[in-house]
């Protein structure tokens, strides 16, 4: 009886490693595909059947990409939204949460429930499109900072983990004589670290990776474009092909930059750029948004 | 007396009105005023003119009464439910799995590589779903291979797998992320149950069904409450990368609904009362599912 238990548990690890081999295969294959697609002879990349290793290499399809104007523009536009809506973003919901925090502040239920209300009431995609147009913010470059900067989920989950912190930290401030933006400028902010990067590093993920914005509010002027829209243009010449309605003219505008390469090799390479920057940081940040789907899920 | 007080209150506090103040404009601007653009949704609103004519609830009835929103419902309904399913089955199965990987470092490896996809925009993620799907694809390659099938499928032109293109790609993306949750619940089980149970001799699959599940099953019913509340939240990105002429009759959402009429059609009114329906149907939902969550978090904690 012991030993077949023995036996039948060395038959389970057996399997449960080769079941998580496959699922490192099955994560990780589209994105090195993608890659060797990426390192292979444009023109060659159409007759397909290159799966993980490059079967004619070169860095020119980099080149081009690198060479783009449009792209480098766009490359420009994507680290600078990112930079300045996490800053902006994480100053605004830090000073809410820091706020709301303090239990003593009399408005704190009121204010509490207005943020959270938000969660929950949206006005939708076309009332939020005339609000924008009203405040001149359609096909200007501001749309990417300004109106993302507040976000309720992340002030709750900033206020939760200054509620943790001692009260005797603000009162010795108090005796000091600091006052209350001194306090969170000087004592609070620097002790909340952790959660800031947590919640940093959701703005600049969100940031990165959105390609809506570009596409509903900054489409008509080029020079606004980011990183993920212009992948979104040469990915719907695929769907083109496939007959997609809207796609059609974007897709045009997107083969028109590149008529020297194939889209194929276009696309794996706008693909790997717009995907290396994050996949260098997540790893050493894990454990920041890990932390973050904890204290979330406490208050959530 | 009272008023007094509360005056002084105020102005003791003066400094956080300061600093809230300045937030709760700005959150006003963003959030709540885009809300009187609602009116629109009563109105026949025609932008070449900008005349607004009052309809009263036309738009609705119109909406109600035509087909496409039917599809569009069903379609929403459809995705989110196997997204629901899909879901949660699979990431409760990696979670249970990844629990019973021995070694650390390995753990720790495939943790790290099955959180990548979360990380990635759905542009990226739709780019090597495609490229995976397509003809000349690994998918089609096996099936070919071993003989499953003679020519390749074009999975993505077909309209009635777009709901488990959807579906799987979602699994792909997050199934990894989806484990954190179950696995910090996973921590919190007594270690002696497991124990007892050895001694027992129960083998792994035994302690995996009934110590590790039933350990979590709170934390995987408040998600599920909290999740149908979001039901009608299919989104549109998927949708809009991968969906094309010849599968829109199953991948068309509510959300995309309102991009094609609001945005391509400039049809303002009826695509603003389509998202305040959708917005009006979810507060129901979420209020309705916060409510049986807490409600059973109760009866789990007597």
């Known amino acids: 009886m012991k030993i077949s238990t023995k036996t039948s548990d060395r038959l389970f690890d057996i399997f449960n490693t080769i079941f998580m081999l496959f699922i490192v295969v099955l994560m990780l294959y589209p994105f090195l595909n993608t890659l060797a697609v990426s390192l292979n002879n444009a023109t060659d990349s159409i007759k397909g059947g290159i799966y993980l290793w490059p079967r004619i290499f070169t860095l020119k399809n980099y080149e081009s990409v690198f060479e783009n104007e449009l792209l480098l523009t766009a490359f420009v536009n994507s680290v600078a939204r990112t930079v300045l809506s996490t800053v902006g973003g994480l100053f605004m919901c830090s000073m809410a949460g820091y706020v709301v925090s303090r239990k003593e502040f009399i408005a704190n239920k009121f204010v509490t429930i207005y943020f959270l209300m938000t969660m929950y009431v949206s006005a939708g995609l076309i009332p939020t499109y005339f609000l924008f147009r009203d405040l001149g913010l359609i096909n200007n470059w501001w749309v990417y900072v300004v109106p993302g900067l507040f976000g309720a989920f992340n002030v709750i989950v900033i206020r939760t983990y200054m509620q943790g912190l001692p009260d005797s930290l603000v009162e010795a401030a108090r005796i000091d004589g600091a006052g209350e933006f001194r306090t969170y400028i000087q004592i609070v902010l620097p002790i909340c670290k952790p959660v800031l990067a947590t919640v940093g590093l959701w703005m600049a993920v969100g940031n990165w990776n959105d390609w809506f914005t570009s596409y509903i509010f900054a489409s008509a002027r080029k020079e606004l474009t980011v990183l993920q829209y212009e992948l979104m243009k040469v990915l719907g010449s695929a769907m083109a092909a496939m007959g997609n309605r809207q796609s059609g003219a974007l897709a045009a505008q997107g083969a028109q930059a590149f008529d020297n390469i194939s889209p194929i090799a276009i696309r794996a390479t706008i693909t790997i750029v717009a995907a290396v920057p994050i996949l260098c940081v997540y790893p050493f940040l894990q454990r920041y948004f890990v932390q973050g789907v904890h204290i979330g899920s406490v208050k959530g | ?55 009263g609830f036309d738009q609705f009835t119109f909406l109600f009464k035509d087909a496409a929103f039917f599809r569009v419902m069903r379609n929403t309904l459809g995705m989110s439910t196997i997204n629901l399913v899909l879901g949660f089955t699979t990431a409760i199965f990696l ?158 959402t509510i959300d995309l609904f309102v991009i094609r009429y609001g945005i391509n059609l400039r049809n303002y009114s009826l695509a603003t009362a389509m998202g305040m329906f959708k917005t009006v149907t979810s507060i129901i939902l979420l209020t309705a599912a916060n409510f049986a969550s807490k409600r059973f978090a109760k009866e789990s904690l007597v």
């Open chain 2, 1 to 55: 007396m009272q008023k007094r007080k509360l005056g002084q209150t105020i102005i003791r506090q003066r400094e956080l009105f300061f600093m809230i103040i300045p937030v709760m404009v700005y959150v006003f601007i963003f959030s709540y005023l885009p809300l009187k653009g609602w009116a629109m949704a009563f109105q026949q609103y025609r932008p070449q003119r900008d005349v607004q004519q009052w309809v």
């Open chain 2, 95 to 252: 979670a249970l799995m990844i629990n019973e990987i021995r070694r650390k470092n390995f753990k720790r490896i495939v943790q790290t590589i099955s959180y990548m996809p979360h990380f990635l925009s759905w542009v990226i993620a739709a780019a090597l779903i495609s490229d995976f799907l397509s003809s000349r694809g690994i998918l089609n390659t096996i099936l070919v291979n071993l003989g499953i099938v003679e020519t390749p499928i074009i999975f993505l032109a077909d309209k009635n797998a777009f709901w488990w293109i959807f579906g799987w790609g979602n699994v792909w993306k997050s199934v990894g992320w989806n484990t954190i949750i179950y696995l910090a619940a996973i921590t919190s089980i007594d270690p002696e149950l497991y124990e007892s149970a050895e001694l027992d001799g129960a083998g792994r699959f035994a302690r995996m069904w009934h110590i590790t599940l039933p350990g979590i099953k709170s934390t995987i019913l408040v998600l599920i409450i909290m999740n149908m509340g979001w039901i009608l939240n299919a989104g549109f990105e998927v949708q809009m990368l991968l969906g094309n002429d010849l599968t829109i009759d199953t991948s068309e």
